[in-house]
């Protein structure tokens, strides 16, 4: 299964992300983390070491130009479906049996332009296979972007993380017709940071919820697991055991 997370800024996308991607592993299974986010934590929140100097294949730019056949004497042209399938091996990183690809994002440049790296990247995102017994877990940018430049198609699902604010739901809104369009068939809500029942009907009273995979409530540990850099430990917390049951419906629904 591919399954894509996306939301608001600031949901819980990333600290979601990482718990599904734990989830899926103890019940079993292989899985492949891909960081899609400009601003990528996902490795962080995985435990990766040194996460943060972990290179984004975009930055990658002679195996992106040889690939994408750019040369000096023809830098405006390039091969628009170039040889992607050996990459994820080859730039992967493994911790606590978890894979993880970081995709990056183009520095200064227009992100939605036609230039070598964001195709690579577009192909990159859209033709990772899944292989035996493997799911994939991408962490997307905030927003919307993202679906808008079609690198969130072939996706078989997409959980769109709505915590209990108007701009959240607001940003669901926007999402769940723009994923439709692009063919994900199977989108889902998570509802992330409830405190309370209230919290759950302010949601149902804005959003249809027959989609609504689950509830995570909000966790003081949550805080403090973020600020010690330690998001492992929230294995132990409520937050995933909730996580656990979203797994649970993902992969029999
Ligand atoms: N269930 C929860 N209870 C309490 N705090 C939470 C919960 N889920 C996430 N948080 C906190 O919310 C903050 C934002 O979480 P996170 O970074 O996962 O969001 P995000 O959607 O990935 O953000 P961004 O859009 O910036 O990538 C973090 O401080 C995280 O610890
Ligand atoms: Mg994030």
């Known amino acids: 299964m591919k399954i894509g997370i996306a939301g608001k800024g600031g ?16 019940a079993g299974l292989d899985v492949l983390a891909v960081d899609a986010d400009p601003d990528a934590n996902l ?59 970081v995709m990056g994002t183009i520095k200064g440049g227009n992100t939605g332009c036609a230039c070598p790296e964001n195709t690579f990247l577009k192909r990159l995102l859209h033709q990772i296979t899944l292989r035996d017994n493997e799911h994939i877990v991408v962490d997307f940018e905030a927003g919307v972007e993202h679906l808008g430049r079609g690198t969130a198609d072939k996706f078989d699902r997409l959980i769109i993380v709505v915590e209990p604010s108007t701009l959240s739901i607001e940003s669901a809104k926007r999402i769940y017709p723009l994923a439709k369009d692009i063919g994900i068939k199977n989108i889902s809500l998570v509802a992330n940071r409830i405190a309370s029942d209230s919290d759950i009907n302010f949601i149902a009273s804005r959003l249809d919820t027959a989609g609504l995979l689950g509830v995570v409530h909000f966790s003081d540990n949550c805080k403090s697991a973020n600020q010690r850099g330690d998001w492992e430990s929230l294995k132990k917390d409520k937050v995933y055991t909730e996580i656990k049951e979203v797994v649970e419906k993902l992969l029999t629904k």
């Open 11 to 26: 949901v819980g996308k990333t600290t979601l992300a990482a718990l599904i991607c734990w989830a899926l592993k103890d």
């Open 43 to 101: 490795g962080s929140a995985l435990g990766f070491p040194k996460a943060q100097e972990i290179t984004p294949i975009v930055e990658m730019k002679e195996l992106i130009h040889e690939r994408m056949g750019v040369s000096e004497d023809n830098p405006g042209f390039f091969k628009l479906n170039p040889k992607i399938d050996d990459i994820p091996d080859r730039f992967l990183k493994v911790h606590g049996g978890i894979k993880l690809i």
